[in-house]
């Protein structure tokens, strides 16, 4: 169909619009990221540790991506008091990330400092947790020092988040046997069994 215009300022101009070839990471910062991954898996604490130092000397804006992982080499030297000096600074840079605070919590429990663990996990809107990982690892870890109040009280809620987590129904059925309510731990028992 033909129209007819009647004038050419009603037309829009074309707009041109240059593309930028997107650029990765640096070389050296993803070269250090691999090493230090690598050595974290073989276990290799210092090496990863040093890796990861390199990689915030490179970018220190990585700090709450990088901060967990040098604690991770804390903890797997049997320093947690390194670690949470860690995990503290990233919960202070990411205060919403729960899973720091599950770290820093279980780092605390392997110290031996339970009331910093239950510190730690204190800050933890259970809303916002989506996995009943955290909350069976943090009890599992009250469980082996015989905290059972607090063992019940986690595998409950890794309950709440998965209803059908046997483990968890197996082992707070234990710690009811162990404080002598016996019709709470048939009640779990009964559940492992479905």
Same mark, same amino acid.
């Given at each position: 169909?033909?129209?007819? %215009?009647?004038?050419?300022?009603?037309?829009?101009?074309?707009?041109?619009?240059? *593309?930028?070839?997107? $650029?990765?990471?640096?070389?050296?910062?993803?070269?250090?990221?691999?090493?230090?991954?690598?050595? *974290?898996?073989?276990?290799?604490?210092? #090496?990863? /540790?040093? +890796?990861?130092?390199? %990689? *915030? $000397?490179?970018?220190?804006?990585?700090? !709450?991506?990088?901060?967990? /992982?040098?604690?991770? $080499?804390?903890?797997?030297?049997? +320093?947690?008091?390194? &670690?949470?000096?860690?995990?503290?600074?990233?919960?202070? &840079?990411?205060?919403? /990330?729960?899973?720091?605070?599950? &770290?820093?919590?279980?780092?605390?429990?392997?110290?031996?400092?339970?009331?910093?663990?239950?510190?730690?996990?204190?800050?933890?809107? =259970?809303?916002?947790?989506?996995?009943?990982?955290?909350?069976? +690892? #943090?009890?599992?870890?009250? *469980?082996?020092?015989?905290?059972? !109040? +607090?063992?019940?009280?986690?595998?409950?809620?890794?309950?709440?988040?998965?209803?059908?987590?046997? =483990?968890?129904?197996?082992?707070?059925?234990?710690?009811?046997?162990?404080?002598?309510?016996?019709?709470?731990?048939?009640?779990?028992?009964?559940?492992?069994?479905?």
């Amino acid at each position: 169909v033909p129209v007819s %215009m009647e004038s050419q300022e009603i037309r829009q101009p074309p707009v041109n619009i240059t *593309l930028d070839k997107l $650029t990765g990471p640096p070389p050296e910062l993803v070269a250090a990221m691999k090493a230090g991954d690598e050595a *974290l898996a073989a276990s290799n604490w210092a #090496i990863a /540790r040093e +890796n990861y130092e390199k %990689m *915030l $000397t490179i970018q220190p804006e990585l700090g !709450p991506q990088v901060y967990p /992982r040098i604690a991770r $080499t804390y903890v797997g030297e049997k +320093n947690p008091a390194k &670690a949470i000096e860690f995990l503290d600074k990233s919960m202070a &840079a990411d205060p919403s /990330r729960v899973e720091f605070r599950f &770290a820093a919590a279980q780092a605390a429990m392997d110290a031996g400092l339970a009331p910093k663990a239950l510190e730690y996990l204190a800050g933890i809107d =259970d809303a916002t947790v989506k996995s009943s990982d955290g909350y069976f +690892n #943090i009890a599992v870890s009250f *469980l082996k020092v015989s905290d059972l !109040p +607090n063992a019940i009280a986690y595998f409950s809620k890794a309950i709440a988040k998965d209803a059908k987590l046997g =483990d968890a129904h197996y082992w707070r059925g234990m710690c009811y046997v162990r404080e002598n309510k016996l019709s709470d731990a048939k009640a779990d028992m009964q559940k492992v069994l479905e």
